[in-house]
């Protein structure tokens, strides 16, 4: 059992640590910001901040490497927003960091890293809200990522698996928000014509295409 979960988590660590990856190059490649919520990334790097110190508090070491990851690549993304899209970012940027970010702090207040564990995995489907709202309030999401949200539901899928196999309250909480949260951006990204699951078709072809070359030659 603990092999599986050392799999699983290791498995988590590098889908994880790779789900922002595709957004901030999306940004950095075409500085469109469409369908992309400053609060999204602003609330991202606030609560990275806070599964890395829980993973230090816990003890969760596992939490570390995808936390700190994760927290550079929204830091370079806020980056992106102001000194691409402007100052008009720096608002939903603050909101996330400054507001949505910091609901834990009155529970590790009062509770200690316990509570405090728990707020942090329910504000995972915090952490995502503001992306689901801004992908819902328009068609025009040419600025989002497939691979970030596909990577996304794969990844809360296996930390729920695995919060379940440690009876950790907070990491299923955030396993189940997320694979909600990143159900619903998919399933628009595909009602809008965005085709997410095109990223498989696109790989399948590349493999097919790969296999065949020995043979033209």
């Keep these: 059992m603990n092999l599986m979960l050392n799999a699983l988590v290791i498995f988590a660590t590098v889908l994880g640590s790779g789900m922002a990856l595709p957004q901030a190059r999306r940004l950095a490649t075409t500085r469109r910001a469409d369908g992309v919520s400053p609060t999204w990334v602003g609330v991202s790097l606030a609560l990275n901040a806070w599964w890395i110190a829980y993973g230090l508090a816990a003890p969760v070491w596992a939490l570390l490497p995808v936390s700190i990851i ?101 990491l299923m909480s955030a396993g189940v928000l997320g694979v909600a949260m990143a159900s619903l951006i998919l399933v628009r990204l595909a009602s809008t014509g965005h085709q997410p699951m095109a990223l498989f078709a696109r790989g399948a072809v590349a493999a097919r295409w790969r296999k065949a070359q020995p043979s033209l030659s």
């Design 70 to 170: 994760s927290f550079s690549l929204y830091a370079f993304m806020a980056y992106l927003f102001v000194t691409s899209i402007g100052r008009s970012s720096l608002r939903g940027l603050t909101l996330g960091v400054l507001g949505l970010g910091m609901v834990p702090l009155p529970f590790l207040i009062v509770g200690g890293w316990e509570l405090a564990g728990l707020v942090v995995g329910l504000c995972y489907g915090l952490q995502l809200l503001p992306a689901v709202v801004a992908v819902l309030r328009t068609r025009e999401l040419g600025g989002v990522s497939s691979a970030t949200w596909l990577i996304a539901w794969i990844e809360s899928s296996i930390w729920l698996v695995y919060g379940y196999g440690r009876n950790d309250v907070a």
